[in-house]
């Protein structure tokens, strides 16, 4: 069975390019792999949350293994796939525990700054937040520029899904903290002009073709 993926028909402009349901549509074509997608609709989740429990995307269904969260789902699709995963078991766990790193040590505060820039902007509290915030980031990056240093990506010259993880996670970090560590926006511009990304992207963006549900804006 062709891999199914759940996308969103709709978000707002801020998001378009940045739903999750890319990391799995990169994944998949960083090994050549074909895949369907399954728009869900955000007026009407409840047939949905069967597969996703929280109503996000992306869910994943191949017809053997159906599973949710994109971290999850990435780790699914490299298993035994060379173009994303080491065969020896050294550099599997490495890459494993960039996965995993990607996901927890740089998602958590590179979102939480995010919510104080974009989603909470304007909010008294925000302002109190954003120094420990910006510094929490800013410690983070300057710690992966370290280990990165002058490789082309985190495993040496080899790319793999810890790479994905991670570069998605650095799309949503503010462009002026990446650009104080010249080695991760090249990093960073390195992975997005990998044509499965493109592919990827462009995807993701044709799919966005819906209307916004009723009340919003």
Known sequence: MTPVVSAYNWVPDIARGKVRDLRARWALEEIGSSYA????????????????????????????????ESGAIVLHIAQ??????????????????????????????????????VFSAGQAWTEGARPRAEGWVRQRLAQLAARLGENA??????????????????????????????????????????????????????????TPPPGWG
């Open 37 to 68: 997608t399954e728009t869900v609709l955000h007026q009407d989740k409840s047939a949905y949350l069967a597969k996703q429990p929280f109503g996000q995307v992306p869910a994943y269904d191949d017809g053997e293994i159906a599973l949710f």
């Open 153 to 210: 990506y985190l495993d040496g010259e080899r790319f793999t899904a810890g790479d994905l993880l991670v570069a998605d996670v650095l799309r949503n970090a503010p462009e002026a903290m990446l650009a104080e560590r010249p080695n991760l926006a090249d990093y960073l511009a390195r992975c997005t002009a990998r044509p499965a990304f493109q592919k990827a992207m462009a995807a993701q963006l044709a799919d966005l073709n819906g």
């Open 80 to 117: 035994g796939q060379p173009a994303l995963m080491p065969s020896d078991p050294q550099g599997r766990a490495r890459t494993i525990s960039w996965m995993f790193c990607a996901l927890n040590t740089l998602e958590i505060p590179i979102s939480f700054l995010a919510e104080l820039n």
